[in-house]
């Protein structure tokens, strides 16, 4: 029972308004829905992350906590309202400038935030600037570069932009971001149909293992006006199985009897907004049988919940190379570890959002992916349309870092469109999007090594469990890809690595940025330390002895080649290493409180691409009839900016200034298939392609004329007699790249990965011994990124890998049931991330576009151990279960 | 029967609690985040228009928090110092946006188990005026909050003003969590003392997050007499009123250990000056 609506008018971005909308509605849902400003984010609906922040009488709060009858006659700001008669204010260009915005989700809040400051503090401390941004959340950035924007909010002359076949290496401005920054840019729960649409909503298992039977609908269908229609696992047009891999497809768009974890869907009720909204849940006929939960400890020795994977065991893998008994046996230091890590959560502030619509014998579905192809090829079966029949249309993606890669939203919206025949939207709630998407995995990790007395390791032994949860998603990836990595960057002549994949009622965990490496990277980096200590050696130089360089074998037997860079990442941080090991010596010896400050260093190495597997992506470049330069890229940018990577590697490519190169992203329809965006491959692999096509465009043209000439930035050529192909081109050029490997054999012998990032980071730290927390004062990290075709990019994922491995040391453990929100989800604040020193270490990978290889998941891995080390150095324990949240350290150094 | 009112005077809006079972919402920080997007039919009663209650006023024997002063009002008032630890708690709930809206009276009606606001009104000893259309009543705030999300509050009534008797003295606040902004208390420890000759002459010390509600300790507020604030001792059991309990923020045993530290720096802070004092 909801009142009437009423007339409510207001000033808006120095406008008046005038709405008809319920009092009691949330401002934000009134701004979105009725006044079409979508801006205005909505992360949470809680005051949890802060993306709906609005300036309300020149002060910010929070949207979604506002009754929008309460602004009558007062005055809103929203980002829509920032900018003037088209000209950027100086915040926002700010952004901009400092590569402040990355996926964009949060951007809007952040800026009304800022503004909020600004208006009273014009230059502000960086200490005032977090305490005025420190409610609003940020998945991507690691929040450095947007403390510099904001302290940095004022005119700046514009840029240059790079003359032509300078693009790469170049600090360009992000090609798309304007739209980012002053609201414009259309998110998955931004984009709408154009004509009257239905909404979606999925009922969803409330038990983590059960049986259930459905009872007659047709008695909730006929007491609820504007319940269309009910689905079941019956109304599947196709295929109801799905999953990653093309062989053992295990889940199901709705569940037929028998779910596996909290959150596995059951039914979707398509109707009205509001109808859907008042079904009564607790009053659907849907009868339980409640199961006992296989967890993690125990899932081997219970009853398989998928039938072909005997004791709960999805699959399992391994690397063996040497003889590691021998290796183990003739060594002078030997340290072992057992480390547990949990379930942690993508937390990207944007939630699953989209719509699909019924287009004759076609169904299109607009949403936010990481994958729009291999969306498409799974759609195709679900549908039984054939894939010719599917159009995927990616929106901007509001954070992915895996979690987008996994079919969400699309399924049921395909199937209620093409059922109905209506346009149908879903927009996922917080805890619906917690309760049911996939997770990092928990790992159960043992793991041993041993080195000679010259501090050179002999011997790697591991063993990792992986609790890929209710179905195997990319729980496969993940075993396949730890082994090769597991030992670390370094030199070992003795390794015996396995893995295995295990079910359990969890939810499903899948891919989140590094695929179950980070997870080993914090056994083996403790180990390192270990073997440091146990032979009297700086756990640096120990490092530096064993490091992977150009002509080093891994343990997969493949040699490395020009461009690995490890040792000269680890000779990068050295300076700066030791001032903070003595100045934290110096900090303690001075201390009589509780107060231990520590310094840690961790290495880490990462295959750019799949696994030994096939993973190829096309690019097409061409020139349209008006001389326009168009780069189609499938590479789907979720934030970390591979529009603008692939524009600057395809503008160089051809020879033209990157500011004239038009791009059309991301649409099955028109773009070539690029791949997914996972594994850190797009600069790599799909760079390669835009390299590859560019340079195919540039020979077309030269067979023609002997220089590419632009005028106004067209290509200065008589084109009338050519023809039109389908993509709209007089000319192109095509480029298609699959990074060379092999497959591994039973040992895990092989070539897995065209090329490796390396890096090395160090972490100081600070304890509170008596309460056991734990602040992060300062991170150095030295990445060999091959060339870095945009330094501020590259910059970008490193901060914002390194705040993901922050709250994967301290902070973030996902609990099923327990924290699908987040306040009781903690993600890293404004606060938390402490300054930052990058080094690019730039020698050019020979396999890469222009040198270049992948850093997005390199950037996260070595962080945590780095923490992890840093706390041992500050109170002499190791804190093996993580996160290391305050009553575990404090365990830990009562021990 | 509108099911959103917002009345401009106080008698319209007592007259609607009496008449129809309503939900006062002031800031709207914890209704909206409870109704989550489930649809609701509870009727709201945004008391946001109502005259002459967002004041913080000194009276002849104490100060008057109006219903409506939200965090960000009682850190921009000019106040003695018996209320800074009352600011240091304004300034950690949530963040800026929650601050701007969030007000103290809802804070405490909301009687969360980790309610900022509620172990510092403890500590200052305030009471609550409670309204009705029947008439007005005054209750310590130790009896108006009677369990967790549960307080005093008859239905036809609303929170007026929060009361905070003079006593002179100083006080601070420490609030322990996992990061940095946005923190829900592990645990958190107010103290108001009146410190005579470097020593205590009188305390008062609540504990929040460690129990089902916030706690007084009044054997420990006894034995600080005459301690100096550095120095104070802490015996085992002058926590015995605290029942923490294992959730997803901490275990029992650590929120015990972690509450006796937040109270031992708390105590020792009285004595360093606070950068929020007014």
């Known amino acids: 029972m909801r009142a009437n609506a009423i007339a409510i008018g207001f000033t808006l971005n120095g406008k008046p308004a005038d709405v008809h909308a319920d ?374 993606v509001g954070g992915g870092f895996g979690g987008k890669l996994d079919l969400f939203v699309q399924p049921l919206l395909c199937i209620s469109a093409w059922l109905t025949n209506r346009p149908i939207r879903m927009v996922v709630t917080r805890a619906e999007s917690m309760l049911a998407t996939t997770k990092r995995h928990p790992s159960h990790i043992t793991a041993e090594a041993a080195a000679d007395a010259q501090g050179h390791l002999t011997a790697f032994r591991f063993h990792g469990d992986f609790d890929t949860g209710a179905y195997a998603s990319w729980g496969p990836t993940v075993a396949n890809r730890v082994p090769v990595h597991a030992s670390g960057p370094y030199r070992v002549p003795n390794a015996l690595c396995t893995t295995a994949a295990i079910h359990t009622n969890g939810p499903p965990s899948g891919a989140f940025r590094g695929f179950g490496v980070p997870q080993a990277a914090i056994a083996g980096e403790a180990l390192m330390d270990a073997l440091a200590a146990q032979l009297g050696l700086d756990p640096w130089e120990f490092r530096r002895r064993n490091a992977l360089g150009v002509g080093d074998a891994t343990t997969s037997g493949q040699i490395l080649g020009a461009g690995a860079s490890l040792p000269e990442c680890l000779d990068a941080i050295k300076p700066r290493y030791d001032e903070l090991r003595a100045e934290a010596e110096a900090f303690n010896a001075a201390q009589s409180g509780p107060h231990r400050r520590g310094v840690g260093i961790a290495c880490m190495w990462y295959g750019i691409g799949n696994t030994s597997m096939s993973n190829p992506s096309q690019m097409a470049i061409g020139v349209r009839p008006d001389g326009q330069f168009v780069l189609l890229s499938g590479a789907v940018d979720i934030g970390q900016g591979s529009n603008t990577v692939m524009s600057q590697i395809a503008a160089d490519a051809v020879g033209i200034p990157v500011e004239h190169l038009a791009m059309t992203t991301g649409d099955t329809d028109l773009t070539p298939d690029a791949g997914k965006t996972s594994a850190s491959r797009q600069t790599l692999v799909s760079g390669n392609a835009a390299h590859l096509a560019g340079t195919a465009l540039r020979a077309e043209i030269l067979r023609r004329v002997n220089t590419i000439e632009l005028q106004d930035g067209k290509l200065a050529l008589d084109l009338s007699s050519l023809p039109i192909d389908a993509d709209g081109f007089v000319l192109r050029g095509d480029g298609t790249y699959d990074p060379p490997t092999t497959p591994l054999d039973a040992d895990g012998q092989g070539v897995p990965y065209v090329s490796y990032a390396f890096a090395a980071q160090c972490a100081l730290v600070e304890v ?42 301290l902070m973030e453990e996902y609990l099923p049931g327990r924290t699908d929100n987040l306040h009781d989800y903690l993600i890293p604040t404004i606060g938390d991330i402490p300054p930052i020193e990058t080094i690019l270490i730039e020698h050019a990978d020979p396999n890469g576009p222009y040198g270049a290889k992948g850093v997005g998941e390199p950037a996260l891995v070595a962080t945590a151990p780095a923490i992890l080390g840093a706390i041992e150095h500050a109170i002499g324990a190791r804190i093996t279960h993580i996160p290391a949240t305050p009553d575990r350290v404090l365990a830990a150094l009562s021990q | 029967m509108d099911s959103y009112l917002r009345p401009a005077d106080l008698a319209t809006a007592l007259h609607a609690l009496g008449a129809a079972r309503f939900r006062v919402v002031a800031g709207a920080t914890d209704y909206y985040p409870q109704i989550a997007s489930a649809r609701t039919d509870e009727r709201m009663l945004d008391i946001t228009a109502l005259p002459d209650l967002r004041g913080i006023e000194r009276h002849p024997t104490g100060w008057r928090i109006g219903c409506l002063a939200t965090w960000s009002d009682v850190v921009a008032s000019p106040l003695p110092p018996a209320f800074d630890g009352l600011k240091q708690a304004a300034r950690q709930v949530g963040g800026r946006q929650i601050q701007n809206a969030g007000t103290l009276a809802g804070n405490i009606c909301n009687a969360s188990p980790a309610a900022d606001g509620v172990p510092c009104l403890l500590a200052l000893d305030a009471s609550v005026e409670l309204a009705s259309a029947r008439g007005r009543r005054i209750l310590k705030l130790a009896d108006f909050i009677q369990g967790p999300r549960r307080t005093a509050l008859r239905p036809d009534e609303m929170l007026l003003a929060l009361h905070i008797p003079e006593h002179g003295g100083v006080s601070r606040f420490e609030k322990l969590g996992a990061r940095a902004y946005l923190v829900i208390s592990i645990a958190m420890v107010a103290v108001w003392a009146k410190l005579e000759a470097g020593r205590i002459a009188e305390a008062r010390i609540a504990v929040g997050a460690c129990g089902p509600v916030a706690t007084r300790l009044p054997e420990l507020e006894a034995s600080l007499i005459g301690q100096e604030p550095t120095h104070a001792t802490i015996e085992p059991h002058h926590l015995t009123p605290l029942r923490p309990i294992d959730d997803v923020r901490a275990p029992a045993t650590y929120r015990r250990h972690a509450a006796e530290e937040l109270i031992r720096r708390t105590i020792t802070s009285l004595t360093t000056s606070s950068e929020l004092a007014a």
């Open chain 1, 23 to 396: 009092p009691a509605r949330r401002l934000s849902d009134v701004l979105r829905d009725d006044l079409g400003l979508t801006g205005t984010k909505i992360g949470c609906n809680a005051g949890d992350c802060g993306a709906c922040t609005i300036l309300l009488d020149g002060e910010q709060v929070c949207a979604c906590l506002t009754p929008t009858g309460r602004v009558a006659g007062r005055t809103i700001t929203t980002v829509e309202g920032l900018a003037h008669n088209g000209t950027l204010s100086n915040l926002q260009s700010a952004f901009l400038r400092h590569g402040a915005a990355q996926c964009g989700i949060c951007t809007p809040g952040m800026l009304m935030a800022a503004s909020d400051l600004l208006s009273r503090a014009p230059s502000p401390t960086e200490a005032q600037v977090q305490d005025a941004l420190g409610g609003v959340l940020c998945r991507c950035t690691g929040y450095r570069k947007i403390i510099d924007a904001v302290m940095d909010a004022r005119p700046h002359p514009s840029a240059i932009p790079p003359a032509a076949g300078e693009a790469v290496g170049h600090r360009l401005t992000r090609v798309d971001g304007r739209a980012r920054v002053d609201g414009s840019e259309i998110f998955g729960a931004d984009a709408l149909p154009d004509t009257p649409f239905l909404s979606l909503h999925v009922i969803r298992s409330p038990h983590a293992h059960a049986r259930f039977t459905l009872g007659d609908f047709e008695p909730v269908l006929a007491a609820t006006p504007g319940l269309t229609r009910v689905l079941t696992a019956s109304d599947i047009p196709g295929q109801n199985r799905y999953g990653i891999y093309p062989e053992g497809k295990d889940q199901m768009v709705l569940a037929e009897g028998y779910v596996r974890h909290k959150g596995d869907p059951i039914l979707a009720l398509v109707g009205d907004e509001d109808a859907l909204l008042a079904v009564d849940r607790k009053a659907l006929p849907i009868d339980w049988e409640v199961l006992p939960t296989v967890d993690f400890a125990t899932a081997t020795g219970q009853d398989a919940i998928h039938e072909h994977a005997p004791n709960n065991i999805l699959c399992r893998g391994r690397l063996a190379c040497g003889d590691v008994d021998a290796g183990l046996a003739q060594a002078t230091a030997h340290a072992s570890i057992t480390v547990r890590t949990g379930f942690v959560e993508h937390a990207y502030i944007e939630p699953e959002a989209g719509f699909a619509r019924r287009v004759g014998d076609r169904i299109e579905i607009t949403a936010c992916t990481q994958t729009p192809y291999m969306d498409r090829d799974e759609l195709a079966l679900i549908m039984g349309l054939p894939k010719t029949s599917v159009r995927v249309i990616p929106t901007a």
């Open chain 1, 768 to 809: 509170d011994t008596s309460l056991g927390t734990v602040k992060a004062l300062r991170i150095i990290a030295a990445h060999d990124v091959g060339r870095a075709v945009n330094p501020d990019l590259v910059e970008g994922q490193i901060h914002g890998g390194i705040a993901q491995g922050l709250g994967l040391a």
